[in-house]
């Protein structure tokens, strides 16, 4: 049925304005649809969403690779402004269509289901309160990426006080920690103010949509299908009784090898390992060969995958002036190649940040197999199973001669990274607790009594350090939690993930090819099957529970002890 015939390449929309694109949508929209024709109107809906999608993350990597050209800044903001929100509308209309037809068939279910839902909770009188909150949060970051402090003379911002924080120095890190916390604090009401307009934007959003609270229209606008916040709540249970405790352990030796009497939240950021911090390459070409021995280590296609990326290009590592800030992992649709983008100094978080994102990436190569682009894109539980079971299954080749470091160095990166498994969880279920606590309380539009149940929370699920006289500062950390304003309930995903990527590495360490092997199988579903049957397919499974979670624990705490003792 394709009458117009599409561009063959995504060149062809680089310069496009909306007007150049809208007519395509047009005729999706008005062809004549029938149960005969639909798989070729798909193709050809899908054809044109690769085809924009690939176009517009041209234009978005081209910009961060140099913000200072308004060329590429005009172009992206093109984009993202312009074509974008418009082709999305377009989307949805046209997903219409397809509900209408009422047409599903194996392996089209779940972007079935995916677009039913977005129907059904869609309301015409939300779209404005949608813009209201971006404003919100553009004021959010605003205001949190304008925070400076006074460092030794020198103006600095909050990121830039990271190294003081682990220090050697105990007065360094407390005087940096305090620091950081009392530039929040001095925001702190307008930042609170702020939230108050986005709790009552997003209460209405739920009313509108016909929802008792925010919690559970947002369970819905995610597609989380497969648990509820009664699980998560059981995952919160799970933390406490599992997690808390060997933190606490963690904690304990952390108190003695420092020499201290007690764990003040200044004393965190220290390395118990080493004195000097790891220095894993002095050049990206380095940093890349050495990426390339691991993954092959980890799986010969993936190897292959990995070097083809640095091969076409598709790697932009290294810092430098003009690039954005940050790192991610991003598609180019239509030729069915993941690129990655970072800014590398030559860390040890940098060969962190490049594992996780190759784990996004093997993702994107695997996926791509699906031949509609609805398919290949599964939610954030399974695409964070991906990057942080890369993590783990690449960590024993971290050492020379395939990867980085020496025998020693390599201890001291896996205890860290093991140690930093342990310490994120009760904080992912502080937010997630106090995302919930905040929308179905009925107490969330005040901020004094936020603000109180956060200290509840945090109380709950952070112990073994002391925070006597710290209160303040302990409230701050909820409004460093950029999520809570921008991205709400966005956090247990990664709980969930981490759990999943546990499971993947406990067989990888019985069967290394065969937790591979079903590894790839599970990225290789893309957005086709459900939650639960990814993570089947990994060899894994949900976990809320307190017994499956102090199982992957303990093990996580064994291998601390075993590797500590060298
Ligand atoms: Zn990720």
Not at 446 to 461: G, V, Y
Request: hydrophobic share 40%.
């Amino acid at each position: 049925m394709q009458t117009t015939s599409l561009p063959n390449t995504p060149a062809a929309f680089a310069d496009a304005g909306w007007s150049d694109i809208a007519p395509y949508y047009e005729e999706l929209a008005t062809a004549p649809l029938t149960r005969e024709n639909v798989e070729e109107w798909l193709k050809s809906w899908s054809q044109l969403e690769e085809l924009i999608d690939e176009a517009g993350t041209l234009a978005m990597i081209a910009y961060t690779g140099d913000t200072a050209d308004a060329e590429k800044e005009k172009a992206h903001l093109r984009f993202s402004t312009e074509i974008f929100p418009q082709a999305h509308e377009q989307g949805v209309r046209l997903s219409k269509r397809l509900l209408d037809l009422d047409y599903s068939r194996p392996g089209l279910e779940t972007t079935v289901a995916r677009f039913r839902t977005d129907a059904e909770i869609f309301r015409e009188e939300n779209v404005a309160l949608f813009a209201e909150l971006e404003e919100l949060s553009a004021q959010y970051q605003k205001i949190v990426g304008g925070l400076l402090v006074e460092w030794e003379g020198e103006t600095k911002t909050i990121p830039q006080l990271q190294p003081y924080l682990k220090d050697r120095d105990r007065q360094v890190r407390e005087r940096a920690w305090r620091l950081g916390n009392e530039a929040y604090l001095a925001r702190r009401d307008e930042l609170a103010a702020l939230f108050d307009k986005m709790f009552v934007a997003r209460t209405k959003v739920a009313g509108n949509a016909g929802f008792p609270n925010y919690q559970e229209y947002a369970f819905k606008s995610k597609h989380r299908f497969d648990y509820t916040p009664v699980d998560c709540a059981r995952f919160h249970d799970a933390v406490e009784r599992t997690v808390v405790p060997a933190v606490e352990r963690q904690l304990a030796y952390r108190r003695e090898r420092l020499g201290l009497d007690r764990v003040r939240p200044w004393d965190l950021g220290v390395e118990l390992e080493r004195v000097d911090s790891l220095k894993p390459f002095d050049d990206v070409t380095t940093f890349v060969d050495r990426a390339k021995g691991i993954f092959r280590r980890v799986d010969p296609t993936l190897g292959s995958e990995f070097a083809l990326m640095a091969s076409e290009g598709l790697l932009d590592l290294e810092s430098r002036k003009g690039k954005a800030p940050g790192g991610y992992c991003t598609k180019l649709s239509f030729r069915g190649k993941p690129f990655i983008f970072m800014n590398a100094v030559g860390v040890a978080d940098d060969v962190n940040t490049l594992v996780h994102e190759a784990g996004h990436s093997f993702h994107d190569f695997a996926a791509h197999r699906q031949p509609l682009i609805w398919q290949r894109s599964p939610g954030h539980e399974a695409a964070e199973l991906a990057s942080m079971s890369m993590e783990l299954l690449a960590s024993p080749y971290l050492r020379k001669p395939d990867g980085y470091y020496t025998d020693d160095e390599a201890r001291s990166a896996r205890i860290e990274h093991l140690e930093d498994i342990l310490f994120s969880l009760p904080h992912i279920a502080s937010v997630d607790a106090f995302q919930s606590w905040i929308y179905t309380s009925g107490e969330g539009h005040d901020a004094a009594a936020r603000d109180r149940a956060w200290l509840e929370i945090r109380s709950r699920f952070e112990r073994g350090i002391d925070f006597m006289g710290l209160e303040r500062e302990r409230v701050a950390r909820w409004y460093r939690q950029l999520h809570i304003f921008e991205y709400p309930f966005y956090y247990i995903e990664y709980g969930i993930a981490q759990m999943g990527a546990l499971q993947v590495w406990r067989h990888s360490l019985a069967d290394q090819a065969r937790a591979v092997r079903q590894y790839r199988e599970a990225l290789a579903l893309g957005g086709t099957a459900s939650l639960p049957d990814i993570y089947r397919a990994a060899g894994a499974r949900l976990v809320f529970d307190a017994d499956a979670m102090g199982e992957l624990v303990q093990l996580v705490e064994q291998h601390l002890t075993e590797l500590r003792a060298g």
